[in-house]
């Protein structure tokens, strides 16, 4: 059996993995309630964006795998497995899934006194970085840089616990390469077309305002 670390480096350090992971009729996932209500991120996330992203394309998904897994050897298995082993349509939902809880899971109404990391984390993110502006900087770049769907994530390395900003294209996840990602943003138009229309910048700064660093630095603890 694994202990926790390994676990975490295996599937990531999602900290609602539990309850995304709870089935109902007939092993079906189901799609979990947000940690806010749908107006909460407004202005910088608008509650018709929430409705579309979180309660027609992350339900979508679920919805998908539910589908697909039927009957499969991926029948029992969590979301996390799914999207470890699976490959096609069911690899593209359930790590759909899992990118869109992880993102949602990180984020929270704006809070002016809680818009950085603790200090523990931040002196790692200064360290790998050279300053926790450098740092959103170049996770700005990489959101805004990537040509297509996909995402921007912060991740670490397992064994040096390195920090690092990398992108991923359509429905790809860091942990396929070994890496635990920490935080993420979707940068798939879905995501702010509705709100911002064609700019991805602003989005992204928009998205700055309403990390929730607390969840973020949660996960940096249980992966380090
Ligand atoms: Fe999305």
């Known amino acids: 059996m694994m202990n926790t670390t ?11 993995s539990n309850t995304v992971n ?11 309630p947000l940690p806010y209500t749908q107006d909460a991120l407004a202005p910088y996330i608008s509650e018709r964006t929430i409705q579309f992203h979180y309660g027609k394309h992350l339900a ?3 919805e998908n795998t539910n589908k697909q897994k039927a009957g499969t050897e991926f029948e029992n298995k969590t979301i996390e497995e799914i999207m470890l082993h699976a490959g096609g349509s069911l690899f593209n939902n359930a790590a759909q899934v899992y990118n ?3 993102q949602f899971e990180a984020l929270q109404p704006h809070r002016e006194n809680e818009a950085a990391p603790c200090e523990r984390m931040m002196e790692a993110i ?5 300053g926790f502006d450098e740092f959103k900087a170049q996770f700005t770049q990489a959101a805004v840089t990537l040509f297509g769907s996909g995402y921007a994530w912060l991740t670490v390395s397992p064994q040096e616990k390195k920090l690092e900003i990398i992108q991923t294209h359509n429905a790809e996840n860091p942990l396929k390469d070994g890496k635990i990602p920490l935080l993420n943003l979707d940068v798939w138009e879905h995501a702010y077309y509705l709100d911002v229309q064609n700019l991805r910048a602003k989005y992204v700064e928009n998205f700055w305002k309403i990390v929730n660093w607390n969840a973020v630095e ?4 249980k992966a380090v």
């Open 126 to 130: 200064r360290k790998e970085f050279g």
């Open 100 to 102: 869109h809880y992880f």
């Open 6 to 16: 390994s676990q975490n480096q295996a599937y990531g350090v999602l900290l609602s």
């Open 22 to 32: 709870a089935r109902g009729d007939n092993n079906a996932f189901q799609l979990q």
């Open 60 to 62: 979508g998904y679920i």
């Open 218 to 221: 949660q996960r940096w603890k």
